[in-house]
């Protein structure tokens, strides 16, 4: 089945520490997202990437860094230097264009800093 | 950039009454506008979208209304029941000068609702 899988679904992170989040689709999605949820804000743009190779920063990015080396994954890391990591990270892809503008969520991962 | 307002945060309905969420944007060039429903732990899924060459959409007991002369788009759910309890968000997003869209959508507050039996 195509889908979008983000792991671990929950993570502990102690302060000072960088962790990874993954994020992989086999939709043959050319853009993907990375929002962050925290209680009464809605989703947050993070970063994005239309296309391997290519990302740019979202509303939110510091402290944070992506990677597209590969058109099925977009990783983020949450560096040290992100002063409040507590939050549900959601990954998104969608295949831009004129009618297909859908983009499908993951199920999200939990980070929470100990 | 583009700013998302929805509005209420909370809604609690009975069981078969109509709940009504009502989003304004700012960026009068946003073209397309999903709504998505959150349940506990997972991610949102879209459930109903509109764009802007339509005034309203249709799907079985949700509907969406647009307005573009006022930036406000709506989600009409009828006949709500218990399973409709989540959380709804809508957005917006901007096709460039090329048409196509990048997927960056602009979220909404969210809608936290309770649909009581």
């Known amino acids: 089945d195509g889908g979008i899988t983000q792991s671990p679904k929950y993570l502990f992170r102690k302060e000072g520490q960088n962790v990874t989040l993954s994020c992989e689709q086999n939709l043959n999605h050319d853009a993907m997202y990375w929002y962050r949820q925290d209680p009464g804000q809605g989703l947050r743009l993070i970063y994005y990437s239309q296309i391997v190779n290519d990302f740019q920063k979202g509303d939110i990015a510091e402290g944070y860094s992506v990677s597209r080396e590969k058109k099925e994954s977009f990783p983020l890391t949450v560096t040290s230097a992100q002063k409040n990591p507590t939050a549900f990270y959601l990954c998104?892809?969608?295949?831009?264009?004129?009618?297909?503008?859908?983009?499908?969520f993951g199920q999200g991962t939990r980070l929470t800093v100990v | 950039g583009e700013n998302v307002e929805q509005h209420p945060s909370t809604l609690s309905v009975q069981e078969g009454d109509s709940a009504v969420i009502k989003c304004t944007y700012s960026?009068?060039?946003?073209?397309?506008f999903p709504w998505y429903k959150q349940e506990l732990g997972k991610g949102p899924q879209l459930i109903i979208d509109?764009?802007?060459?339509?005034g309203e959409k249709k799907d079985q007991r949700i509907a969406v209304t647009l307005n573009k002369t006022a930036k406000h788009f709506s989600l009409h759910i009828t006949e709500t029941q218990p399973e409709d309890s989540a959380v709804y968000f809508c957005a917006a997003i901007k096709a460039n000068a090329g048409g196509t869209s990048y997927g960056k959508l602009t979220f909404g507050q969210g809608t936290i609702l309770t649909v009581h039996p």
């Open positions: 998104a892809s969608s295949k831009p264009g004129r009618k297909n503008t859908e983009a499908f």
């Open positions: 509109i764009r802007s060459n339509v």
């Open positions: 960026d009068s060039a946003s073209n397309y």
